[in-house]
């Protein structure tokens, strides 16, 4: 049996968060960058829950819950944007909105 | 008593300024009768003034205001015996001129802005004299020069009177920064601007430094009151309303400059002083000897002015105190008077030309007297006011050097000759052809000529009226003892001066007689002799010529390549930096894609960079 250390969560809250990173930069589609940023505030989460639970201190754990309020939040204005895109320019694909440049 | 608030004095004109250009438009004569009620007000006022300091007999200083916190600048008023004589002067001819304006400016389009401009040159020439420091004479001292410009162009749309207006305030600007360097060499070696203050620190001072200082005040004064080599801005200064030749370019303006040189009068070292006697003496007999050729009626009498500006600077340069300022107040009662006339006789012929004017006499004979009052008082024969200030002029000067009593008795002849000329051609002969149709001038222009004949009748007379030991009482002790001991000397001479003195303008009068009036000698004739010398008379000396080649070809070639240089080195390098800037940004700016993941790659790439410098440092930012 190995014993869990703290390194773990935070191996697995990398590859989470690198993940997320990845979707983020990569996808063309706007929805499925949302949901790469919500891998990433997760890894984040598992973060503070972990160092949170290690460290005896509950401080870290009203923080998760405080990022998963506001992912929520930030998820429905994320998501009412796209929607306004998706009108205006008839696509969701990223690479295509591109007008704020030089 | 009434002595401390003398600076209500220079206070009332500057309302009537104020005054007149806020509410002055649409009122009869645009305010003028705010500017003689004003004036007239400070006039009454300044006469109270002068006579406390006559019956006390003591000079008033106030402490005055510290200005800006800086040590010896006080901010102050100084009513001593030499500020009293000219507050009379320029508050009586002041106003005289100002009544008199009401006739002559009447129906002229503009005459708000006349009197506008005129009450603010009383005003700033009452603050000049009654400032007790330098520093705030020096600002009186501009804003004369401010008003003079403004009323020399007044006319501008005349090109001529806005090019003399340009001339006159770039020449006497010359000697404005010469003034203002000379008062700031005594601020630095003697620590006040103060005037009292520096007349006891001078006898300690380093005599090289007081040289330097009071000849770069000369300056100023040569500036102002039109000495040679900078006298060329006066005649050309004619073109403005002749009643402000009359105020500012005879009685009071152009004495600030002689005024100047005798308020400061203890700190002149002998050497500058000679500067000053030179200086005077050769201006009086160029200035005159021009004054003779003149055919403009207002140019032969500038000329005249400035020819007798250089009188009272000779007489300053020679130790005559005295003298300088008792000439001073006498020429500004004759020579405004003198200005008036021409005035009334521009007013009545419409042409400035004496070629066209002629047999005036009968047609304007209240005029033509004033006129002659004024030419015999100037040209100095007894018994009025012109002889006896030229008497003590030439006194001084015959103990100082006898080259220099040449050259002014070549001046005093000459005065003679061109003012009796130019009497007879205009007043005496047969009619010329702007005669016709003149008349006699309104009551409200005759009275101030009236008023100022009985000045330049009697102003003389003060002398029998202790006004010189009046006078003396505004000078430090020790410097009235040395100045009475160099006068001594010509004591034995007297007589015969007076008399040599009486002789040559005789002889200047019955020249002129016997040339324009009896034409024993055709006055052609005479200037087909003297061909040469005419030529370079009529031509000013070619003085006008030197500064124009001056400026034209030698300053205007040095502005170019300054002009270049700024062009090419100072605007290029600016703008080169500008260019490097925009093609810099030119090329950075292909970093906003417009794509967001773009952005977020530079963010994610930056921290990663911050985290890396973390790591490096050992975990410590």
């Known amino acids: ?102 | 008593m009434i002595v401390e608030y003398a600076w209500i004095i220079p206070l009332l004109p500057a309302i009537a300024f104020l005054l007149i250009v806020l509410f002055g438009k649409g009122r009869k004569e645009g305010g003028g009768y705010i500017a003689v009620s004003l004036i007239g007000t400070s006039m009454i006022l300044s006469l109270l003034t002068i006579a406390e300091v006559v019956l006390t007999g003591k000079g008033y200083e106030s402490t005055g205001i510290n200005w800006l916190g800086i040590k010896g600048f006080q901010f102050g008023l100084l009513v001593d015996q030499l500020s009293s004589i000219m507050l009379f002067v320029v508050s009586v001819i002041g106003f005289v001129i100002i009544v008199y304006s009401l006739g002559y400016m009447k129906g002229d389009h503009d005459v708000q802005r006349y009197y506008a401009e005129m009450s603010l040159f009383i005003a700033s020439m009452l603050a000049l004299v009654i400032s007790s420091n330098l520093v705030l004479f020096f600002i009186a001292w501009e804003f004369v020069g401010l008003s003079s410009y403004l009323l020399i162009g007044f006319w501008y749309r005349k090109p001529s009177a806005a090019s003399a207006a340009k001339k006159a305030f770039l020449v006497t600007r010359v000697g404005d920064i010469m003034l203002l360097a000379g008062i700031i060499i005594l601020y630095i070696n003697l620590g006040t601007v103060n005037i009292r203050e520096l007349f006891v620190l001078a006898p300690h001072a380093n005599v090289g430094m007081l040289t330097l200082a009071t000849l770069l005040i000369f300056g100023g004064a040569v500036g102002k009151s039109s000495q040679f080599p900078l006298h060329v801005w006066l005649p050309d200064a004619m073109e403005g309303p002749t009643t402000v030749s009359a105020l500012i370019h005879a009685a009071t303006m152009v004495t600030a400059g002689i005024f100047l040189v005798a308020r400061v009068y203890p700190l002149f070292t002998p050497e500058s002083l000679m500067v000053v006697a030179w200086i005077g003496g050769i201006t009086a007999l160029m200035a005159a000897a021009m004054a003779v050729v003149m055919t403009d009626i207002k140019r032969v009498i500038a000329y005249s002015t400035i020819s007798h500006l250089g009188f009272m600077t000779v007489a300053l340069g020679v130790g005559g105190y005295f003298a300088g300022i008792f000439h001073l107040f006498n020429h500004s009662f004759f020579k405004a008077l003198l200005f008036l006339c021409a005035g009334a006789v521009i007013h009545a012929t419409h042409t400035q030309d004496i070629h066209d004017m002629g047999g005036l006499w009968k047609k304007m004979p209240i005029t033509g007297t004033a006129f002659f009052i004024g030419a015999w008082s100037l040209s100095g024969f007894p018994p009025w006011s012109g002889f006896w200030s030229k008497d003590v002029i030439l006194d001084n000067v015959y103990a100082y050097n006898h080259v220099l009593f040449a050259i002014t008795a070549g001046a005093v002849i000459l005065s003679a000759v061109y003012i009796f000329r130019l009497f007879i051609i205009v007043f005496m002969g047969k009619e010329g052809k702007a005669t016709k149709h003149a008349h006699e001038v309104s009551r409200v222009m005759t009275t101030p000529l009236i008023a100022l004949s009985i000045g330049a009748l009697f102003s003389g007379f003060l002398v029998f009226f202790g006004l010189k030991s009046f006078l003396m009482k505004s000078l430090p002790g020790n410097l009235v003892g040395a100045l009475d001991k160099a006068s001594a000397i010509s004591a034995g001479t007297h007589e015969y001066i007076t008399y040599f003195s009486i002789s040559l303008v005789a002889i200047g009068i019955i020249t002129v007689w016997a040339v324009y009036s009896l034409k024993i000698v055709e006055a052609r004739s005479i200037r087909h002799t003297f061909s040469p010398i005419h030529t370079i008379l009529i031509n000013k000396f070619y003085i006008d010529h030197i500064y124009l080649f001056i400026s034209k070809k030698i300053i205007w070639n040095i502005s170019v390549i300054v002009d270049y240089i700024d062009e090419y080195f100072v605007d290029g390098t600016v703008n080169g930096i500008g260019k490097l800037s925009i093609a810099f940004g030119r090329k950075l700016r292909k970093l906003q894609t417009g794509v967001v993941q773009d952005y977020a790659a530079w963010v994610l790439f930056g921290t990663g960079i911050i985290l890396i410098i973390f790591k490096a440092k050992g975990g410590m930012i």
């Open chain 1, 1 to 102: 049996m190995i014993e869990v250390t703290v390194f773990y969560y935070l191996v697995l809250s990398v590859i989470i968060f690198s993940i997320g990173a990845y979707g983020m930069l990569s996808s063309k589609n706007g929805v499925r960058l949302l949901m790469s940023i919500e891998i990433m505030l997760n890894a984040v989460n598992i973060n503070l829950v972990a160092f949170s639970s290690f460290q005896g201190n509950l401080t870290g754990q009203v923080f998760a819950a405080f990022t998963i309020a506001i992912a929520a939040a930030e998820a429905t204005v994320g998501l009412a944007i796209l929607l306004a895109l998706y009108r205006s320019f008839g696509t969701v694909n990223l690479r295509k909105i591109s007008k704020m440049r030089w």
